[in-house]
């Protein structure tokens, strides 16, 4: 059986090892830090003062950086709508393929007159793709709301479905709606508010614009 000092140090290699897998750098600035901080009391217990030492460094590294990201400063955002011809989205989409099939199994893109297409810039650089399509009954189908892994903390969906986005209040849409891809898909949209229905004979995910934005009030 292990010792509880062993424990200790088996925790922290399992947090730099989880660290290492995330995507996101704010889950990878935050585990790995619990990871330094496990291996500074592991230090500390066996008396490797040199060990304890480098992790104290750790911390600091991973404070300041959380702290940069944490931070309230001002970031742009804009909305940038495509044609079908694009073929910088052509490309982006190819690009992505993988980690939006992973995201949402069932979408191709088929470039349609009736679509809205759009990449969601954060300080300039596309963070996200939107594509909708209007419907006869008033509602927009989100066919895919993808965002790249680095930003996806949030800021890209709040600003997308806001008013600031103009995508939706400039064709005067409330209700939109989505069809339920992977666990991660529905968990994002419920966060915002969407909630199971049925639409045109198939479930789905939908939404008010309004509760949405009160919902991030």
């Given at each position: 059986?292990?010792?509880?000092?062993?424990?200790?140090?088996?925790?922290?290699?399992?947090?730099?090892?989880?660290?290492?897998?995330?995507?996101?750098?704010?889950?990878?600035?935050?585990?790995?830090?619990?990871?330094?901080?496990?291996?500074?009391?592991?230090?500390?217990?066996?008396?490797?003062?040199?060990?304890?030492?480098?992790?104290?460094?750790?911390?600091?590294?991973?404070?300041?950086?959380?702290?940069?990201?944490?931070?309230?400063?001002?970031?742009?955002?804009?909305?940038?709508?495509?044609?079908?011809?694009?073929?910088?989205?052509?490309?982006?989409?190819?690009?992505?393929?993988?980690?939006?099939?992973?995201?949402?199994?069932?979408?191709?893109?088929?470039?349609?007159?009736?679509?809205?297409?759009?990449?969601?810039?954060?300080?300039?650089?596309?963070?996200?793709?939107?594509?909708?399509r209007t419907c006869a009954d008033d509602t927009i189908e989100i066919e895919l709301d993808y965002v790249i892994p680095q930003y996806r903390d949030f800021k890209v969906a709040n600003f997308l479905y806001?008013?600031?986005?103009?995508?939706?209040?400039?064709?005067?849409?409330?209700?939109?709606?989505?069809?339920?891809?992977?666990?991660?898909?529905?968990?994002?949209?419920?966060?915002?508010?969407?909630?199971?229905?049925?639409?045109?004979?198939?479930?789905?995910?939908?939404?008010?614009?309004?509760?949405?934005?009160?919902?991030?009030?």
């Amino acid at each position: 059986m292990f010792s509880p000092t062993e424990l200790v140090g088996y925790l922290g290699s399992l947090f730099i090892i989880i660290s290492l897998t995330r995507t996101s750098i704010l889950h990878l600035r935050l585990i790995g830090m619990a990871g330094s901080v496990t291996f500074l009391v592991y230090s500390l217990l066996i008396e490797a003062y040199p060990i304890a030492l480098v992790n104290v460094v750790i911390i600091m590294v991973h404070l300041f950086f959380l702290r940069r990201l944490l931070s309230k400063k001002t970031e742009f955002f804009t909305s940038l709508e495509l044609s079908k011809e694009s073929h910088y989205l052509i490309h982006f989409l190819d690009f992505h393929s993988q980690d939006i099939a992973r995201h949402q199994p069932g979408f191709s893109f088929e470039p349609r007159d009736d679509q809205i297409r759009a990449f969601i810039l954060r300080d300039t650089i596309p963070a996200g793709v939107f594509i909708g399509r209007t419907c006869a009954d008033d509602t927009i189908e989100i066919e895919l709301d993808y965002v790249i892994p680095q930003y996806r903390d949030f800021k890209v969906a709040n600003f997308l479905y806001s008013d600031r986005s103009e995508l939706f209040a400039s064709r005067g849409r409330r209700r939109i709606w989505t069809r339920p891809g992977s666990e991660v898909h529905v968990r994002y949209f419920e966060r915002f508010g969407f909630l199971p229905t049925t639409v045109q004979g198939g479930p789905a995910l939908m939404a008010d614009l309004d509760a949405v934005l009160a919902s991030d009030t």
